[in-house]
């Protein structure tokens, strides 16, 4: 099945604790990116990724990292998290060319709360 | 991306078809309208797009004004199991996905049993 994989879907953890979400699909699609969702702010990008060691900013990258080692894989990193960076987190995957390139497939989501 | 505006709540009765629709008055010649949901918390899903035809799959049908300025999307037999939040996304094909995708507040449409 066709899917973005995303691991851990819930974490609650303290200020200051570096902390990884990952982020995997395997239709061999070449975009990749990272929103968050917060209550009255819709879902704004973080980070994205054109294809293998190609990243640039979203909207709101501040605190964030983010590598694309691999063409599957899309890490996010949050290096000393904040309770700001509490928020619900998708991933998601693209394969450019036409209009499908805005045919996005997202991952179920990562509830992340810093305490 | 031009803008687009969708009524905040819509309600429909279970089996009945739910019509959604969406002005997009600033549209350009290369730009689509495409159609998201988000069923509470859960990821978004694509559910369809066009430029300028009606466009029909499993899930729904997009039915796009002549002058392309609005559009509606139809789910000919609503469960409630399609009660979510609709995202009406108009956006040049050559973006990508890549460059962020505008979700807006879009409609939120509840089936009601």
């Known amino acids: 099945e066709a899917q973005v994989t995303q691991n851990p879907r819930y974490l609650i953890t303290v200020t200051g604790k570096k902390l990884t979400v990952t982020c995997s699909q395997n239709?061999?699609?070449?975009?990749m990116s990272w929103y968050r969702q917060d209550p009255g702010l819709g879902l704004r990008q973080i980070y994205y990724?054109?294809?293998?060691?190609?990243?640039d900013k979203g909207d709101v990258p501040e605190g964030y990292k983010v590598s694309r080692k691999e063409k599957r894989n899309f890490p996010l990193i949050l290096e000393s998290p904040s309770p700001n960076q509490t928020s619900l987190y998708f991933c998601?995957?693209?394969?450019?060319?036409?209009?499908?390139?805005?045919?996005?497939?997202f991952g179920a989501g990562s509830r992340l709360t810093v305490l | 991306d031009a803008k687009t505006t969708q009524p905040p709540s819509m309600d429909c009765a279970e089996g009945r078809a739910a019509n959604l629709p969406c002005n997009h008055s600033?549209?350009?010649?290369?730009?689509?309208v495409y159609w998201y949901r988000q069923i509470h918390s859960q990821g978004p899903q694509y559910i369809i797009h066009?430029?300028?035809n009606n466009e029909t799959n499993e899930m729904a049908s997009l039915i796009i004004t002549e002058d392309r300025k609005s559009s509606t999307l139809i789910l000919p037999h609503a469960t409630l199991r399609d009660t979510a939040v609709y995202y009406c996304?108009?956006?040049?094909?050559?973006?990508?996905?890549?460059?962020?995708?505008?979700f807006g507040k879009g409609t939120h449409l509840i089936i009601q049993p």
């Open positions: 998601a995957s693209s394969q450019p060319g036409g209009a499908g390139a805005n045919v996005l497939t």
């Open positions: 239709m061999n699609h070449e975009y």
């Open positions: 990724s054109m294809n293998v060691e190609v990243t």
């Open positions: 600033t549209i350009s010649g290369n730009e689509y």
């Open positions: 066009g430029l300028k």
């Open positions: 996304i108009v956006r040049d094909r050559g973006l990508g996905g890549a460059d962020g995708l505008t």
